[in-house]
């Protein structure tokens, strides 16, 4: 995973630099909009982490540049502008994402990790969080390296949940997942399968938690995890 | 009659009609004296003038009245030996009378005697169309007999025109004065609608009188310059806490780096508590500046389930239940992103503030409010009043906030043209409520 970083604070540079290094990603790195302009021509970049002010001009000039050209590699505008409006402004030009300083490295890299699962481009296949692991090719669970015996709609639930494991997913995302394998489903269906999935986990024995956001949805939380 | 000295706010000074009525009342006042003074000089120096007009004073009083004797008049006050009388012409004219018999005429006349001064004379009376003639005399020894005739003089000359002239002059006045100030109270109620969040407004200018022309362009040079102030005090805030953010990531990153040790982590929080202080001043910066656009419609359910997605995780983690609940049509006109802050630093305060294990309710609806609901101690009446003052904190040996959080709601709501109220729910604990404009049913 190669990523563009355009940043003007050499220090600070440096630092997200050896922070993402640490985390697999290989990241360049140019001070100004030329500059960036010139790498984009030379290099093949998954991914751009783009501040907006910089000296010889703004940011989100040159995503708007990328867009018009239909280049359509992911950027992640990373700025110390949180203003009511900036966010949305960062989206419109056509990022993908907008982070404001300042952020800590795993919660960057993770930003990162979830711009790079392309529609279309290969999933891991294999999801894993606390003691659980999910392969998602076989549809099968374990929990502890033994396997544990759950029907293809939890499955589904599990996977969405994991996927996104640490954050909340919204109802009506894993209603979806539940309809798209059944047509007839209950209005409490995705409760009641939510209630068996839990069991079925500690059951197990899995060291995860999967809280009720009540009326949001649901989120499953590793051990120790760090939130961003 | 006139209001303009009874401003909206406090008690005024005395209006313009009381202030110019008293001045006039004063100047007549003066006047009036003045007079006096000249027509006490004036008789005082013609004793004879004044004998006359008594004598004529006296007779007025007979003919007045036709009932009455001649010798039931009193005479004048202070007056000795008085003496009236009715006489025929043709009998012997009253000793001392100048005139012949049978030829009779009005006559007075002044004379010294031992102790004082005696008055004679004859007036003819008409009573009941028939002229009669009356002498009169008495002795006096000092001014007072004189005192009946001086106010009359001073009725007739001076307080019959006077009077009547200052009420005109007065109402004149008043009625000029009004009028000629009108800009002054559109400049008023101009002025009363200025708002520091439409800096722009300024006062028209009345092209007369010129008094008032001037008053207002200076009333607008001064709000130029406030104006001017106010945009480098907010655009100082924003900048400040902005350029704060580069040197803060820079810390926050290299402090990760380090080998994990007790002051490690003691610098760490101290950077979160600067980040999110830093963030809060910045924030309350863009709630000053922000100008709601009124025909944005945003569903309050919509955002708060995003924010309660957001927040959930942090809450759990410290071991907090955050719930969220939606009642009835949510829409209402606003800034989603503002709203979406208004929600945050709501379930911030209620983090900090509630105790652990209880939960924390959010619910938009039903209509366009929002609120959040904790279980913790509530707000107590004494706090009430500054919960949403800056920089204020209930306990300010806590460092993990700036008191910065409610002021923004705060403000962010009041940019909506909406309000925050705070009560203590009835079973305890504090329950913030937000409302916001309807949506127009219009649209």
Redesign the interface.
């Known amino acids: 995973m190669r990523l563009l970083l355009v940043e003007d604070n050499a220090r600070l540079a440096s630092l997200i630099r050896e922070g993402l290094d640490r985390q697999g990603f290989a990241v360049d790195w140019c001070e100004t909009v030329d500059g960036a302009g010139h790498a984009l021509k030379i290099g093949d970049y998954d991914l751009m982490l783009l501040d907006l002010g910089l000296p010889d001009g703004e940011g989100l000039d040159l995503v708007r540049m990328l867009r018009r050209r239909q280049d359509t590699m992911p950027i992640l505008i990373l700025t110390a502008r949180g203003g009511l409006d900036d966010r949305v402004l960062g989206l419109d030009a056509g990022a993908d994402d907008y982070l404001v300083k300042p952020f800590q490295i795993p919660e960057l890299a993770a930003r990162c990790r979830a711009l790079l699962r392309r529609p279309g481009a290969s999933l891991g296949t294999e999801l894993s969080v606390g003691n659980i692991v999910l392969h998602s090719a076989e549809r099968s669970v374990a929990v502890g390296g033994v396997s544990v015996d759950a029907t293809p709609r939890e499955v589904d639930l599990l996977e969405c949940l994991l996927r996104r494991a640490g954050h909340v997913v919204a109802k009506p995302a894993l209603e979806s997942a539940l309809y798209s394998m059944d047509a007839e489903v209950t209005p409490n269906a995705l409760e009641a399968c939510i209630s068996r999935l839990r069991k079925r986990m500690t059951a197990a024995g899995a060291d995860v938690q999967i809280r009720t956001i009540h009326g949001v949805g649901y989120a499953l939380f590793a051990p120790a995890v760090i939130y961003g | 009659m006139d209001k303009a000295g009874n401003s909206k706010k406090g008690p005024a000074g005395p209006t313009l009609f009381r202030q110019i009525a008293t001045r006039l009342g004063a100047f007549t006042l003066l006047f009036a004296l003045l007079d006096v003074g000249i027509v006490v000089v004036t008789y005082s120096s013609q004793p004879e003038s004044l004998a006359q007009e008594l004598l004529t004073l006296e007779a007025g009083k007979a003919e007045a009245s036709t009932t009455l004797a001649p010798d039931l008049l009193v005479g004048p006050p202070g007056a000795e030996h008085w003496h009236a009388s009715y006489i025929d012409p043709q009998t012997v004219a009253p000793a001392g009378s100048p005139s012949r018999p049978g030829v009779l005429m009005d006559w007075t006349r002044r004379e010294r005697v031992p102790d004082g001064y005696r008055i004679s004379g004859v007036r003819s009376v008409m009573q009941d169309g028939q002229q009669r003639w009356l002498f009169m005399r008495f002795e006096a020894d000092s001014l007072r007999p004189y005192v009946p005739v001086i106010v009359e003089e001073l009725v007739r000359h001076v307080l019959l025109p006077l009077i009547p002239l200052s009420l005109l002059l007065l109402l004149f006045n008043v009625f000029a004065v009004r009028r000629v100030l009108q800009p002054l109270r559109r400049a008023e109620a101009e002025v009363d609608a200025l708002d520091p969040k439409n800096v722009l407004l300024r006062l028209s200018e009345a092209p007369e009188p010129r008094e008032v022309n001037t008053l207002v362009r200076a009333v607008n040079r001064a709000l130029t310059r406030l104006d001017e102030t106010m945009a480098i005090l907010r655009g100082f805030t924003a900048n400040a806490a902005?350029?704060l953010?580069?040197p803060?990531?820079?810390?926050?990153?290299?402090l990760?780096?380090l080998p994990p040790s007790p002051q490690r982590d003691d610098l760490q929080a101290d950077?979160q508590h600067m980040?999110r202080l830093v963030?809060q001043m910045?924030?309350l910066a863009?709630a000053d500046a922000?100008a709601v656009e009124p025909d944005v419609l945003v569903d309050l359910a919509d955002v708060g389930?995003n924010v309660?997605?957001?927040m959930?995780?942090?809450a759990?983690?410290a071991q907090r239940d955050?719930?969220?609940?939606?009642i009835g049509d949510t829409r209402a006109l606003g800034?989603a992103?503002?709203i979406y802050?208004i929600y945050r630093n709501l379930i911030d305060n209620a983090l900090a503030h509630a105790p652990g294990e209880t939960p924390i309710e959010?619910s938009a609806g039903p209509g366009p409010q929002l609120s959040v609901r904790d279980h913790g101690p509530g707000i107590s009446d004494e706090d009430r009043p500054h919960i949403f003052e800056r920089f204020w904190r209930k306990d300010r040996r806590r460092t993990d906030g700036a008191g910065l959080g409610l002021g923004i709601v705060q403000r962010l709501a009041q940019a909506h043209g909406g309000a925050i109220t705070v009560e203590n729910a009835p079973d305890g604990g504090a329950l913030f409520r937000v409302t916001f404009a309807p949506p127009d049913p219009a649209r």
Do not use: C, N, W, Y
């Not at chain 2, 803060?248 to 290299?254: A, D, G, R």
């Not at chain 2, 955050?322 to 939606?326: A, I, Q």
């Open positions: 902005h350029e953010r580069t803060l990531s820079i810390m926050q990153l290299s990760d780096k950077t980040t963030g910045l924030d863009q922000l389930r309660v997605a957001a959930a995780p942090k759990f983690e955050l719930r969220f609940e939606s800034h992103e503002a802050r959010v």
